[in-house]
């Protein structure tokens, strides 16, 4: 069997593409954006409650008080445009073996993660106009403990299609 182009050196030698595909980069609203959107707004709202009092002082002592603007209003929008932005830039492959989500990011740069498919992973499908499919999880560290971060295929047109494509996939391992 050829190894697609672009592909050499990562596909093991008889893994074949089953699926490729690309997110939905449209900005939408979700609820779980709320809380980020309300301490950004908290965290805006009170620099820009120091500037002016900074400003009333007389100086230009009002000025260190616009990082903290700054950071306020980008963690209020953030949720609502960071999760478009980074899907634009996301790729998703999925062979008879694995699942390959590409990134293409500033700062970040250029990031291939691979996924093994085997017959004890978990899937789940979460419905809606564009669905999404997770297949693993992994845990991520915050300042309050450690949280689980699921990891899938989001927002595809054809998620129904690829969550079946998943299951027999999955049957199909030893």
């Not at 074949?16 to 959107?37: E, L, N, T």
């Not at 409650?49 to 007389?58: L, N, Q, R």
């Not at 992994?138 to 989001?154: D, L, Q």
Request: positive net charge; aromatic residues 16%.
């Amino acid at each position: 069997m050829t190894i697609p182009a672009g592909w050499e050196g990562i596909f093991e030698q008889d893994e074949k593409i089953v699926w490729q595909g690309v997110p939905d980069g449209r900005v939408y609203f979700s609820a779980r954006h709320i809380p980020m959107m309300i301490f950004g707004g908290f965290f805006a709202g009170f620099a820009l409650f120091w500037m002016i009092g900074a400003a009333a002082t007389g100086g230009s002592f009002w000025m260190f008080g616009l990082l903290h603007f700054t950071v306020g209003i980008l963690l209020a929008l953030a949720p609502i445009f960071w999760g478009p932005y980074r899907r634009r830039n996301t790729w998703y492959t999925l062979t008879n073996k694995h699942a390959f989500i590409a990134t293409d990011l500033p700062i970040r740069g250029r990031k291939l993660k691979s996924y093994p498919i085997t017959r004890d992973m978990s899937l789940e499908l979460e419905k809606g106009d564009l669905p999404t499919v997770y297949f693993t999880s992994e845990m991520r560290r915050n300042k309050n403990g450690s949280y689980e971060h699921k990891i899938g295929f989001e927002r595809i047109k054809d998620g129904l299609k690829v969550y079946g494509l998943l299951r027999d996939l999955q049957r199909n391992k030893p």
